[in-house]
């Protein structure tokens, strides 16, 4: 039996937030130097890393339901 420490994402969502990160370090508010929740929201807003974002939520959000935790993990 593993325990599963919270913050620890499972694998099919690390290669969407590593990409995600790639993403905001690039972005404009990032560069300033905001900090990355807020800068996210105005990301979001201005539609830069929206793509992203979205299939990164989807991935953490079918961690949740268990349909796909029986079927498996979706491949973004």
Request: proline residues 3%; contains cysteine; positive net charge.
């Amino acid at each position: 039996y593993q325990r599963r420490v919270h913050g620890v994402m499972g694998k099919s969502c690390k290669e969407i937030a590593q990409s995600l990160v790639e993403c905001m370090k690039k972005s404009e508010c990032v560069k300033r130097g905001g900090e990355v929740k807020p800068c996210m929201k105005e990301a979001y807003a201005e539609g830069e890393c929206k793509e992203l974002m979205n299939a990164y939520f989807a991935c953490r959000r079918s961690g949740l339901d268990m349909r796909s935790r029986i079927k498996g993990p979706r491949v973004y």
